[in-house]
């Protein structure tokens, strides 16, 4: 069974203080890696998909990196604009390949 | 173009009633998803319809069923609606889960409380 794990449940930061949110997964093999956005009394928002250990993708001030264990969504100089539930999904080669979503981490950037 | 369309946004229910969400899209999808979210849990997968004509169960599937009326559309029907069954629930669909890059997009959610 495919297993996501997202660390912190949530997370607070100053405006301009770089952190990183963590996702861990067991899977039987990786099929890809998602980060989702959702921000509150909305659906999540797609924001990138890794397949492969040492793969990274940046958008703005986002970077989402991938080991063969985790995968870290890197903030770099948020802005409270960044406030929102990060969530990450595995899809593993077996199964309906369908992805399985992590609890998410909410983030809140005060200005 | 307006994507995932959910109906109604809010809903409030007694213990018993019955009720239909509805679901559509417009990206010519071939697959569609329905999912729960409570506070704690995160998402998680009630039915999932590959492809029109076929259904299947997810990881929360007991007290709902499911209708992919034709390629657009994907239903969720609550039968007797259960306090446990308070939840906001998301609608989604992909170009096709067998693809590699099978992004999902999803609804602006039914919030949905059962008293």
């Known amino acids: 069974e495919d297993q996501v794990t997202q660390s912190p449940e949530a997370l607070r930061l100053q405006e301009g203080e770089s952190s990183s949110l963590n996702c861990s997964y067991t899977?039987?093999?990786?099929?890809?890696l998602f980060w989702y956005r959702q921000d509150p009394g909305k659906g999540p928002e797609f924001l990138f998909t890794l397949y492969s250990a040492g793969e990274e993708k940046e958008k703005e001030r986002l970077k989402a990196t991938l080991t063969k264990k985790e995968s870290f969504l890197h903030i770099t100089a948020p802005k409270p604009e960044d406030s929102a539930t990060y969530l990450c999904a595995v899809r593993s080669v077996g199964g309906s390949y369908i992805p399985t979503f992590g609890r998410g981490t909410s983030l809140i950037v005060h200005p | 173009n307006a994507g995932v369309t959910q109906t109604p946004k809010f809903q409030v229910l007694k213990t018993g009633q019955s009720m239909t969400l509805q679901c559509a899209q417009d990206?010519?999808?071939?697959?569609m998803y329905w999912y729960r979210q409570d506070p704690g849990m995160g998402l998680r997968l009630i039915y999932y319809?590959?492809?029109?004509?076929?259904?299947d169960k997810g990881e929360v599937p007991n007290g709902y069923n499911v209708s992919r009326l034709n390629k657009r559309e994907f239903s969720l029907r609550l039968e007797s609606a259960a306090p446990s069954q308070t939840s906001v629930y998301f609608c989604?669909?992909?170009?096709?889960?067998?693809?590699?890059?099978?992004?999902?997009?999803f609804g602006a959610g039914t919030r949905l409380s059962v008293l």
């Open positions: 899977v039987s093999g990786l099929r890809g």
């Open positions: 319809s590959a492809s029109e004509g076929t259904t």
């Open positions: 989604a669909s992909s170009e096709d889960q067998l693809l590699a890059k099978n992004i999902q997009y």
């Open positions: 990206m010519n999808h071939n697959s």
